[in-house]
Every structure is written in C-alpha cells, then in structure tokens.
C-alpha cells in the first residue's frame, strides 16, 4: 500500500523519477497505494545533494509531478517540504492543481484503507490489538523476511 523512494537511478533522484513512479510502478505494475518520499529527500536530493533542481519549490513541483504523493512529514526540527513549498510551486506556475488532486486522492485513498477517516472498527486495521503487535510470531515473521531480504552491495 506504500512505497518509499530514496537515493537515485540512473542520476536521477527516485522522488523525482516519473519513469519509475508512474510509468513502471502504477501504470505497469498497478500500484494503487500512496507514495511517500523519505525524509528530507525532495530538499536534500534535488536542490542540494544532486543539483537536480534550482530550488526546494521546484524540487516539490518535480517530485508531486513525478508520482511522489507526499514527503514523509517528519515535523519537529525537519521541514516539510509539501506543506512548506506548494502555495509556491503553484504561485510560480510549477505546480497545477491536478497535480495535487492526484496526489491528494492517493493519500485520501491510504487514508480510507486504512480507517483513519471512519473512527469505528469496520477497516481490519483498526481492530489489530496491541497484543498481536510485536507478537513472539510476528517477531518471527520479521526475522525470516530479514534474513532472506539481505543484500550485500559493493560502492
């Protein structure tokens, strides 16, 4: 239901990356979740960290363009750059509103999958106990995908 872009393919940051996010993730592979950037990655990777962009409100038009639905919102000392950076995007011409509706009808989506928007217990995730969470078989789930997910890599 969610996907985390983070790093680059080919020099191209994948928050911002269009071919990945909405020609091969959703249009090939059906993806119908929300897309979430990592923390700080549309101001770190675009303007800063790959020069891909000239500034963080075209770094948030280029990745809301691309299919990254919003960034991770990680608040406190972090900024958060859709909510910082859109009212500019859009004032600059980066940005049209459809783009947004899109976006926005993802997250609505995730937000209705998930029960957020209900406030009852008729979505499956709102009825998960804190007993079963972090559970000595759930432990178990976790450590078998760990050890058959690893991935040595060379720099």
Known sequence: MFANTVDSVNGVPSCANGAFLTGLL?????FDGLVVSDCQAIENELPAGHNFTQNISSAVALSIRAGTDTDCGAGGP????YRDHIQSALD???LAESD???ALSHILKASFRLGELYGNNTV?????G???????????????AAEQALTLLRN
Do not use: N
């Open 92 to 94: 600059q011409g980066l």
């Open 130 to 144: 804190l007993d079963v969470v972090d559970s000595p078989e759930h432990r178990a789930i976790a450590l078998s």
């Open 78 to 81: 972090y900024p958060e750059e």
């Open 26 to 30: 959703r249009e090939k592979w059906g």
């Open 124 to 128: 499956p995730a709102q009825t998960i």
């Open 100 to 102: 947004l509706d899109r």
